[in-house]
């Protein structure tokens, strides 16, 4: 099927109430504008050079989400336009996002990321770490960046039964922190978890939004994007 047709199709098995990000990284900027044509407008990307080149060859309105690891020092160069950066896994990396948030005057939506799998090579805050960054005195402090939800990323294994877990603790741990720290606050909404391998098993756990790229566009063509 063609890109056009898989958005659709996904569109109607997901329902109106997950929204679908569709995870562009490493495909041709000609590949989102199919996309874009059929009507999706949120793009999720992992390295920033790539983000920002296709944001400057692309149209305006795309909503685009920086979903991979972000250093520090290159939040600088998509503070201007990202949408969402549902990857933020330290205070440190929050605060960078706050204060060039300031500078380019706008409040930026983000996602802190929990570790939930099995794997030492994700990344993503312990649930102890998330209730840390939300009690400090520092994060009470930023006025640029707004935490719309949590973002997680299961284990990569064929084992159903643990990703139900893994996104079942998560979907547990989302509740707890929005009724602890997010009560009245109506924009803390998101719960981002599920690809293109599990997103039927993150649904039916509670997620609402789902980062969906090899079933929309094909196979991905590695490309080696310099200095992220």
Excluded at 9 to 30: C, D, N, R
Excluded at 82 to 101: C, F, G, P, R, T
Excluded at 182 to 194: A, H, P, Q, V, Y
Aim: net charge neutral.
């Amino acid at each position: 099927m063609s890109i056009a047709d898989n958005i659709k199709s996904l569109k109607i098995e997901t329902g109106p109430g997950v929204t679908l990000l569709a995870v562009s990284k490493t495909k041709p900027a000609t590949d989102v504008q199919e996309a874009y044509n059929a009507g999706q407008r949120q793009f999720g990307e992992n390295l920033v050079q790539e983000m920002v080149e296709k944001y400057e060859q692309l149209p305006k309105d795309i909503e685009w989400h920086l979903i991979g690891h972000l250093q520090t020092n290159k939040v600088k160069y998509i503070a201007p336009f990202v949408s969402m950066i549902q990857s933020v896994d330290s205070l440190k990396l929050l605060h960078e996002i706050n204060k060039y948030a300031q500078k380019a005057d706008r409040v930026i939506d983000c996602l802190l990321q929990i570790y939930i799998a099995d794997e030492e090579t994700k990344f993503g805050l312990g649930f102890d770490e998330a209730i840390e960054l939300l009690r400090s005195e520092e994060f009470a402090m930023f006025k640029n960046v707004r935490i719309r939800g949590l973002m997680g990323i299961a284990t990569n294994t064929k084992n159903e039964k643990q990703i139900k877990e893994e996104y079942y603790e998560l979907k547990t741990f989302f509740d707890g922190i929005k009724q602890s720290y997010f009560r009245k606050i109506e924009t803390f909404n998101t719960l981002s978890m599920g690809m293109s391998s599990d997103y039927k098993l993150a649904i039916e756990q509670g997620s609402n939004m789902i980062r969906v790229g090899s079933t929309i566009f094909g196979s991905r063509v590695i490309k080696y994007w310099k200095n992220n």
